[in-house]
């Protein structure tokens, strides 16, 4: 009886947080329909609600943004825009902050967060998992050796961890991609790989 409950539990939990998290999602996203005019929302046109239009919405205004940024009267304008931005007091402030650390993480540029590594951590004797980021040109000059940034992300919260240097010889480069390695993370060990993102048969006695 037990282990026919666990094996349920097994099943059913992460795909109702997975329902749960998709309909949040959906939900959320559909609200940026109230930011078009009246008459041009979707209930003036469909005879009943069609969950997930805000997403399509959201994906053509985000790929419509892309294609004017990329050419040069569009980077010129935001260019100036976002300069005018960062003059605004606390707003500009926070833009900054936001906007680097989104740049880190979402260009293709640079090997921030490319490689996957091991650091010793929390004392010698442990090895932890860590992204290597990149360093300061001022931290940079200060040391003698080669020294590489990396972020160590906490268990089971990964946005959250602590910013190091440390010298590259005492790393291990992995050949994990940063996927794996967030999974592995997020699941605290217990799915490390793609292969092991199995249902498990509960095994107890």
Do not use: C
């Not at 997403?55 to 825009?81: E, K, P, Y």
């Not at 994990?176 to 095994?203: E, F, K, W």
Request: hydrophobic share 50%; proline share 7%.
């Amino acid at each position: 009886m037990k282990k026919f409950l666990v094996t349920g539990l097994l099943v059913w939990v992460p795909l109702g947080i997975t329902i749960w998290v998709l309909n949040l999602t959906i939900t959320t996203m559909d609200r940026t329909l109230l930011l078009l005019p009246q008459h041009w929302q979707p209930v003036n046109f469909l005879p009943f609600p069609v969950p997930g239009l805000g997403i399509i919405l959201t994906f053509a205004v985000v790929l419509l943004t892309g294609l004017l940024i990329r050419n040069v009267f569009g980077q010129r304008l935001w260019a100036a825009s976002e300069k005018g931005m960062l003059h605004i007091p606390f707003f500009g402030n926070i833009y900054k902050g936001v906007k680097q650390v989104s740049d880190t993480l979402l260009s293709g540029s640079g090997n921030s967060f490319r490689k996957v590594l091991l650091v010793r951590y929390p004392h010698p004797e442990a090895w932890s998992l860590a992204f290597q980021t990149n360093v300061p040109n001022e931290v940079a000059g200060r040391f003698d050796d080669e020294y590489v940034a990396v972020f160590i992300p906490t268990t089971p919260s990964p946005v959250n961890g602590f910013y190091f240097f440390v010298r590259k010889v005492d790393t291990i480069v992995l050949d994990m991609t940063v996927d794996v390695a967030l999974r592995s993370i997020v699941s605290m060990g217990v799915v490390s790989d793609v292969s092991s993102a199995q249902y498990p048969t509960a095994n107890i006695s």
